[in-house]
């Protein structure tokens, strides 16, 4: 049976990797300059194809020799699919690893904007991935084929095959240069990586953009009404995928039954955004409501805590932080980082209304799973 796999990574715009650009750490590439295939550790096939005459591996097109892939993924993902359908298979002189990363160039050649096209991915044990990230239309004036970065997923280690086709797309998607890449060897993985934020107890005001904040005090940020504020920083990560937490409370308004009444009618009372952004993706968590660490327990012991249907929620700066000590509002957040560089990390309101509030405590930073081969 096969596993569907959504991974937390869209595909993560890198620097374009030319054809003399193959990295040291890659143990598979391929790519055709001139229509002469040159392939480092594994092979590309089409299987079945419509076309002896025109394969679609070494495929000639816009001036490229390319990997086509004109099959689509409601076709090869199940077993009468298999034997029918036109995908590429990717076969690997050595099985895939947690931590592997994948390299893409590709492009579209349709002249046609509504025409789309992405990658689907078929791992040998069943792993699929969905990759929604569109390539650019050459045959528009100023694109040019681009390359993609994706982490393999922790579910397909162990694949020695990869299956490519177009993901349900309209046009047919043209790539020019496939790498896989492993990252280096290490004796030790570091896996906690708080120390990456500055201050990230929230001790001191470095480092932090506090604008439009009422300042860091006693280890936490008070938001006001209405503020328009971005409280962030920018850190520098290796590759992986990351786990990042900050304990933030947002109150939709000034009034605990009205913002109860609210929840209860639906209305959308995140206004408050936990995210990561990369120099080509924005990751977003939801900061949590204050009814979403409603307690039986008040851990403020009557100290600017209230209740509502019953349960205790904080309604100063000092209750809150009291829930904070419990461990109480921690806001999780899970982000891809395909190549070391920069990250911006922060909290901020979108569209808060009159009345409200926020508080914003301490962070933190967990790499997950990347394993590194000694």
Same mark, same amino acid.
Request: proline residues 2%; hydrophobic residues 35%; glycine residues 10%.
């Given at each position: 049976?096969?596993?569907?796999?959504?991974?937390?990574?869209?595909?993560?715009?890198?620097?374009?990797?030319?054809?003399?650009?193959?990295?040291?750490?890659?143990?598979?590439?391929?790519v055709?300059?001139?229509?002469?295939?040159?392939?480092?550790?594994?092979?590309?096939?089409?299987?079945?194809?419509?076309?002896?005459?025109?394969?679609?591996?070494?495929?000639?097109?816009?001036?490229?020799?390319?990997?086509?892939?004109?099959?689509?993924?409601?076709?090869?993902?199940?077993?009468?699919?298999?034997?029918?359908?036109?995908?590429?298979?990717?076969?690997?002189?050595?099985?895939l690893?947690e931590?592997?990363?994948?390299?893409?160039?590709?492009?579209?050649?349709?002249?046609?904007?509504?025409?789309?096209?992405?990658?689907?991915?078929?791992?040998?044990?069943?792993?699929?991935?969905?990759d929604?990230?569109?390539?650019?239309?050459?045959?528009?004036?100023?694109?040019?084929?681009?390359?993609?970065g994706?982490?393999?997923?922790?579910?397909?280690?162990?694949?020695?095959?990869?299956?490519l086709?177009?993901?349900?797309?309209?046009?047919?998607?043209?790539?020019?240069?496939?790498?896989?890449?492993?990252? *280096?060897?290490?004796?030790?993985?570091?896996? +906690?990586?708080?120390? &990456?934020?500055?201050? =990230?107890? /929230?001790?001191? !005001? %470095?480092?932090?953009?506090?604008?439009?904040?009422?300042?860091?005090?006693?280890?936490?940020?008070?938001?006001?009404?209405?503020?328009?504020?971005?409280?962030?920083?920018?850190?520098?990560?290796?590759?992986?995928?990351?786990?990042?937490? *900050?304990?933030?409370?947002?109150?939709?308004? +000034?009034?605990?039954? &009205?913002?109860?009444? =609210?929840? /209860?009618?639906? !209305? %959308?009372?995140?206004?408050?955004?936990?995210?990561?952004?990369?120099?080509t993706?924005?990751?977003?968590?939801?900061?949590?409501?204050?009814?979403?660490?409603?307690?039986?327990?008040?851990?403020?012991?009557?100290?600017?805590?209230?209740?509502?249907?019953?349960?205790?929620?904080?309604?100063?700066?000092?209750?809150?932080?009291?829930?904070?000590?419990?461990?109480?509002?921690?806001?999780?957040?899970?982000?891809?980082?395909?190549?070391?560089?920069?990250?911006?990390?922060g909290?901020?309101?979108?569209?808060?209304?009159?009345?409200?509030?926020?508080?914003?405590?301490?962070?933190?930073?967990?790499?997950?799973?990347?394993?590194?081969?000694?």
């Amino acid at each position: 049976m096969k596993r569907r796999f959504f991974s937390f990574l869209s595909a993560v715009v890198v620097a374009f990797m030319s054809f003399a650009q193959i990295p040291d750490n890659a143990i598979f590439s391929w790519v055709s300059p001139d229509g002469t295939v040159q392939e480092i550790g594994g092979t590309v096939v089409e299987v079945n194809g419509t076309d002896a005459a025109k394969p679609r591996v070494n495929y000639a097109n816009g001036g490229y020799y390319t990997i086509c892939l004109n099959g689509k993924k409601g076709n090869i993902n199940d077993a009468a699919g298999e034997t029918t359908a036109t995908h590429a298979l990717i076969t690997l002189d050595q099985a895939l690893q947690e931590g592997d990363s994948i390299y893409v160039t590709a492009y579209r050649n349709k002249g046609d904007e509504s025409k789309k096209s992405s990658i689907y991915f078929l791992y040998e044990n069943g792993t699929e991935v969905n990759d929604d990230t569109e390539y650019p239309d050459i045959a528009i004036e100023g694109q040019a084929p681009a390359t993609h970065g994706y982490l393999v997923p922790t579910e397909a280690a162990g694949s020695k095959t990869i299956k490519l086709s177009r993901n349900s797309a309209s046009t047919n998607l043209f790539i020019t240069q496939f790498v896989i890449v492993r990252q *280096a060897a290490e004796e030790e993985v570091k896996t +906690d990586y708080t120390d &990456a934020i500055v201050n =990230a107890d /929230l001790s001191t !005001t %470095d480092a932090w953009n506090t604008e439009g904040t009422k300042g860091i005090s006693g280890g936490m940020v008070k938001v006001g009404s209405q503020a328009v504020y971005d409280f962030s920083q920018t850190i520098t990560l290796p590759a992986g995928q990351y786990k990042m937490t *900050a304990k933030a409370v947002y109150r939709y308004g +000034d009034n605990e039954q &009205a913002e109860y009444d =609210a929840i /209860l009618a639906g !209305t %959308d009372t995140h206004k408050a955004k936990l995210y990561a952004e990369t120099a080509t993706k924005k990751y977003e968590a939801n900061v949590q409501n204050r009814y979403e660490g409603a307690s039986d327990t008040d851990y403020a012991a009557g100290n600017g805590s209230v209740t509502i249907n019953g349960k205790f929620v904080p309604n100063s700066s000092a209750a809150v932080q009291a829930w904070f000590n419990a461990d109480q509002y921690v806001n999780e957040l899970v982000f891809n980082v395909c190549e070391d560089g920069q990250v911006k990390i922060g909290i901020t309101t979108v569209g808060g209304i009159a009345g409200d509030y926020g508080n914003i405590g301490a962070w933190t930073l967990t790499r997950l799973g990347v394993k590194r081969n000694k």
